[in-house]
């Protein structure tokens, strides 16, 4: 487990799935996602397989909150396509629930995602791919300590139209760790 002041992100279960799957359906929580096809329970589960076969480091992680005594899944989250020369990882997460956005648990997770990036894995460059009209999400990043450092033009196509993409990043040299 990895924990953090109000969440944890643990592995995922076969059990998170139909929730992944409800989840993703939803079509506010998939608006800024690179997702154009509907998910099936059955496609939610090739991914989990898929999923386990990648590196331990690149697994994903369910993000839950506490609960009276006990925890709450309410999103997911990752970093992925760590490159080892490099040291440069892509990183990526939804919180599910829409009733939980806008209370800084996107902004904590980062934060511990980068920790573990930058404090356990030895991580130097941390990045991400994000809409410039995803307001909320690029807000939550630079709390975290993202910059944007790229604006790939019109390079998604999505709603009928070619839209920009943002890469935000940050390096080991810039992140601080919290106390
Ligand atoms: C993007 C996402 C992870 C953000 O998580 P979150 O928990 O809502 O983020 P936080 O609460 O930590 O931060 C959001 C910030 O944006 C602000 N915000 C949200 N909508 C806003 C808007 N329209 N205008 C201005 N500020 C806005 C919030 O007030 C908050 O800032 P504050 O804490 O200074 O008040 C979440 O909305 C989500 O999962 N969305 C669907 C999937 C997705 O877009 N994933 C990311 C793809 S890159």
Redesign the pocket.
């Known amino acids: 487990m990895l924990y953090g002041k109000r969440i944890r992100l643990r592995g995922n279960e076969r059990s998170d799935l139909p929730k992944f799957v409800e989840w993703l359906n939803d079509p506010?929580?998939?608006?800024?996602?690179s997702m154009s096809m509907p998910i099936s329970q059955v496609s939610e589960e090739q991914w989990f397989e898929n999923m386990l076969k990648r590196p331990s480091e690149e697994q994903s992680l369910g993000i839950e909150i506490k609960e009276g005594d006990g925890w709450r899944l309410i999103?997911n989250c990752e970093l992925f396509d760590i490159k080892w020369r490099a040291r440069s990882a892509e990183v990526?997460?939804?919180?599910?629930d829409?009733s939980?956005?806008?209370?800084?648990?996107?902004?904590?997770?980062?934060r511990l995602l980068l920790r573990h990036g930058f404090g356990t894995l030895n991580l130097n460059r941390i990045f991400?791919?994000?809409?410039p009209e995803?307001?909320?999400?690029?807000?939550?990043?630079q709390?975290?300590g993202f910059i944007q450092e790229a604006r790939l033009r019109e390079s998604v196509f999505r709603d009928g139209k070619y839209c920009d993409d943002l890469i935000m990043s940050v390096l080991r040299s810039e992140w601080t760790p919290e106390k």
């Open positions: 506010q929580v998939r608006h800024y996602l999103g990526g997460l939804f919180i599910g829409r939980f956005w806008n209370q800084g648990y996107g902004t904590e997770v980062m991400l791919h994000v809409d995803n307001v909320g999400g690029i807000r939550a990043y709390k975290a």
